[in-house]
């Protein structure tokens, strides 16, 4: 039978929490070539067609969107969002009609791309500009006065999405167990939108492991006085994690689970802007891995990954967060459909 880590630890779940089998999973784990101690989580291939980090938040997401009797759905990202192409997808499939609302980001491949992604899987895309003008047109919307209508925060990062995450970290733990790799002394990934990162958090606690999870933080910090991409935004989100988690299986009432400090050293000038140590890593792991990265997030936690294997003498792991899948497959499969 498929069923996920998180519901074997804690079958109470699954009676309160919708979700359905969308992701391949487990996601494998192996080393990589002439890294010592390097290790990779392949979550850029969640899903036969389109990987990455956002299939499995969708999994709870969509699950619950169709529990919900949602017929229409809401999201926000950059111009060349990921979470849009899974979100568009995942909801084409299940019959909801998605509209996409986009704020400026620099241009590049990986962007128009999406973009064409997006409109393809038949995605209602709309450009505000500004990030400010983005999000009040989603806060702001008259639709969320109707029960059929679901608004999806960012980087489907919202708070089932993010048990995605604590998942995929109890899925980590048996694949250990299970001697397919060592326990990692770090971890690491890229942030956003918090929702990986605070998932993880939460789910390396609860498994008991003893990794050190460093969050390589990519997107702005702030908007105005909002804090967006920050250690206080992630623990924001891990509180909420633990909360719904200790509602629903009394055995967790005593869970307090602190997120470390981002790491603020790969960010560069700006979100989407390119770095050369993240440019430096994107070419390595094309040549050494045959693996490809993007710009705005792989990239620069790889930069910061391959650091910390030159600094660390224990396993550390790469999240890898960005679809792999062919595109142009998918692309062309969307439009002869
Ligand atoms: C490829 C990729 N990696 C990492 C992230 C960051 O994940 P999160 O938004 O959950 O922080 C995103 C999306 O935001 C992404 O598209």
């Known amino acids: 039978m498929t069923t996920r880590a998180i519901f074997q630890r804690y079958p109470e779940l699954q009676a309160h929490l919708p979700w ?8 494998p784990v192996h080393a990589l070539p002439g890294l010592a101690n390097g290790w990779i989580k392949r979550d850029d291939l969640t899903h036969a ?3 990455g980090n956002k299939v499995r938040k969708l999994e709870f997401v969509i699950a619950e969107m169709k529990a919900k009797g949602v017929r229409t759905a809401y999201t926000f990202g950059a111009t060349g969002t990921n ?3 899974a979100a568009a997808l995942l909801c084409k499939d299940a019959g909801v009609a998605l ?3 986009t704020f400026d980001q620099p241009d590049s491949p990986t962007v128009q791309r999406n973009q064409a992604l997006m409109r393809a899987a038949g995605a209602n895309l709309v450009h505000r500009g500004t990030l400010l003008a983005t999000v009040l047109t989603f806060y702001l919307h008259p639709a969320r006065l109707r029960s059929d209508a679901y608004f999806l925060f960012a980087g489907c990062s919202n708070p089932v999405g993010v048990l995605g995450y604590v998942n995929a970290a109890l899925e980590l733990a048996d694949q250990i167990a299970a001697g397919e790799l060592p326990e990692p002394e ?5 942030v956003g939108s918090n929702g990986t990162l605070a998932g993880l958090t939460v789910g390396v606690q609860l498994a008991g492991l003893k990794s050190r999870l460093v969050g390589v933080r990519v997107a702005e910090s702030h908007l105005g006085p909002i804090q967006t991409c920050t250690t ?3 623990q924001q989100m891990v509180n909420q994690t633990t909360a719904f988690l200790r509602q629903h299986v009394p055995t967790l009432k005593e869970l307090h689970v602190q997120a470390a400090p981002l790491n603020e050293a790969y960010f560069g000038t700006g979100y989407g802007v ?12 094309a040549n050494d891995f045959a693996i490809p990265l993007e710009a705005t997030y792989s990239g620069k936690a790889a930069a910061a990954f391959l650091d910390e294997v030159a600094a660390t003498t224990g ?3 790469f999240w890898d967060t960005f679809n792999s899948r062919s595109t142009d497959a998918l692309l062309g499969t969307l439009k002869s459909a």
């Open 20 to 27: 359905q089998p969308l992701a391949e999973l487990p996601t």
């Open 49 to 51: 067609a389109y990987g």
């Open 83 to 85: 979470a849009g192409v």
């Open 99 to 101: 509209t996409v609302y």
């Open 186 to 190: 770090v971890i690491v990934v890229p």
């Open 232 to 234: 206080y935004a992630v």
């Open 274 to 285: 390119p770095t050369d140590a993240g440019k430096a890593a994107i070419t390595r792991f």
């Open 315 to 317: 396993p550390v792991l």
